[in-house]
């Protein structure tokens, strides 16, 4: 569907929501550009995935896939009743759903459906230097993160007498 440029956009289309299948305890949803509504949920305990695909262009038929620790259960098409194979229409979104944000749920997927185990357009986070964050609490415990007008001003005017005639600014 898209090129590795195009896995932060696949990233941000991802959002979390409470889930509406009961047994389920995260739920993820994402909807494309051309109105398709991909969902995914985890049962975390059971090692359970289900994936729901509402395809716009098949005037949202609704395809659902169960997957137990990476062992196809269930394929079916929700709008019909009948138990059919859904690969071809989960084809065009390995890649939406290869970014998904959560590795757990990559992992019991267990790569079927061409889905990566890992996430794709995975973002660095920043980590964090202590002396760069501050706390509203660091007067407690004495920590000083920047010097007060005094200070600054006193410690001016104790390096230029330490200077002689020499000013530096």
Same mark, same amino acid.
């Given at each position: 569907?898209? /090129?590795?440029?195009?896995?932060?956009?696949?990233?941000? #289309?991802? &959002?979390?929501?409470?889930?509406?299948?009961?047994?389920?305890?995260?739920?993820? /949803?994402?909807?494309?550009?051309?109105?398709?509504?991909?969902?995914?949920?985890?049962? *975390?305990?059971?090692?359970?995935? $289900?994936? +729901?695909?509402?395809?716009?262009?098949?005037?949202?038929?609704?395809?659902?896939? +169960?997957?137990?620790?990476?062992?196809?259960?269930?394929?079916?098409?929700?709008?019909?009743? $009948?138990?059919?194979?859904?690969? /071809?229409?989960?084809?065009?979104?390995?890649?939406?759903?290869?970014?998904? @944000?959560? @590795?757990?749920?990559?992992? +019991?997927?267990?790569?079927?459906?061409?889905?990566?185990?890992?996430?794709?357009?995975?973002?660095?986070?920043?980590?964090? $230097? @202590?002396?760069?964050?501050? +706390?509203?609490?660091?007067?407690?415990?004495?920590?000083?993160?920047? &010097?007060?007008? #005094?200070?600054?001003? *006193?410690?001016?005017?104790?390096?230029?007498?330490?200077?002689?005639?020499?000013?530096?600014?």
């Amino acid at each position: 569907m898209g /090129s590795f440029q195009d896995y932060s956009i696949f990233r941000k #289309w991802w &959002k979390k929501e409470t889930p509406p299948a009961k047994g389920y305890t995260k739920s993820y /949803s994402a909807t494309t550009s051309s109105g398709d509504i991909l969902q995914a949920d985890l049962n *975390f305990h059971d090692k359970k995935v $289900r994936l +729901t695909l509402e395809i716009a262009s098949e005037n949202g038929k609704i395809y659902i896939a +169960t997957i137990k620790d990476g062992e196809i259960i269930q394929e079916k098409d929700l709008s019909s009743g $009948r138990m059919v194979p859904i690969y /071809s229409k989960l084809a065009p979104f390995q890649e939406v759903f290869s970014c998904l @944000p959560d @590795p757990d749920l990559l992992n +019991t997927l267990g790569g079927l459906y061409g889905i990566s185990k890992q996430p794709l357009g995975h973002v660095e986070e920043q980590t964090h $230097r @202590p002396w760069e964050t501050s +706390t509203r609490y660091d007067h407690i415990f004495g920590i000083n993160r920047e &010097k007060t007008l #005094w200070q600054r001003i *006193f410690l001016e005017t104790e390096n230029t007498k330490n200077l002689g005639s020499f000013v530096l600014r």
